[in-house]
């Protein structure tokens, strides 16, 4: 069974400064896909970004990276020039390979302050 | 919009109420998903359905009782709910549940059990 963790229930940035959301994972998987997914207040859960395990290369959207670090089993967002429209909770997903079943962390709620 | 509807968007019901919760996807998607979002808790899978079938139930109470008439409805039929029932009610559908396929979410439908 797979665990993910989000330690930082909540956030808080200033508009325009870069902020880095937590995340950590435990499987015994080796190939996989990590997400991370945004749900703005009241409005639907929408994907920011997905890593494959395989891929050494960090994945990158936009203000939107990650830094995927398959030993230690992290899987941290970083926003840079952060935007009110940033403010949401923030899920961190895993999913195994050939399977679209997701495992969630319990999120951690950015506010991005004016 | 992601193609995933869900209503009602709120409901407020009693402990001795029948009520349904009703999803629609028009994406053409053959697998769709309950998940239950309940505050400072990961997203909890309840119920996966492909090609109509159920294929996962994760212990969830009796008294919801899910149905999928078609692949792009799914409901969620509930009956002597808990006031601990209360959540946000998510509903997914992702094109196969094998295969690399992304999941898109619904807005889902605010409910609280009195």
């Known amino acids: 069974a797979q665990t993910v963790t989000q330690s930082q229930p909540e956030m808080s940035v200033q508009e325009a400064e870069t902020v880095t959301l937590s995340c950590t994972y435990d499987?015994?998987?080796?190939?996989?896909?990590l997400f991370w997914y945004k749900q703005p207040p009241s409005r639907q859960m929408i994907l920011v970004i997905r890593q494959e395990a395989y891929k050494q290369q960090n994945a990158t959207e936009n203000r939107f990276s990650v830094n995927f670090q398959k030993a230690a089993k992290s899987f941290s967002l970083k926003i840079s020039d952060s935007q009110l429209g940033d403010t949401a909770m923030y899920f961190c997903a895993f999913r195994p390979l050939g399977y679209s079943t997701l495992t969630f962390g319990k999120g951690t709620m950015l506010l991005v302050s004016p | 919009e992601t193609g995933v509807t869900q209503t009602p968007r709120h409901l407020v019901m009693g402990m001795t109420n029948k009520k349904s919760l009703k999803c629609e996807q028009h994406?053409?998607?053959?697998?769709m998903y309950w998940y239950k979002q309940s505050a400072k808790k990961p997203l909890e899978l309840m119920f996966v359905?492909?090609?109509?079938?159920?294929?996962e139930n994760n212990s969830v109470p009796s008294r919801f009782s899910p149905e999928c008439p078609n692949s792009s409805h799914l409901f969620l039929h509930l009956h002597t709910l808990q006031p601990e029932d209360s959540a946000l009610y998510l509903c997914a559908s992702s094109q196969d549940l094998t295969g690399d396929y992304e999941q898109f979410f619904g807005p889902g439908t605010r409910l609280t059990v009195l």
């Open positions: 499987t015994s998987e080796n190939n996989y896909y």
């Open positions: 994406l053409g998607h053959n697998a």
């Open positions: 359905y492909s090609l109509e079938e159920r294929v």
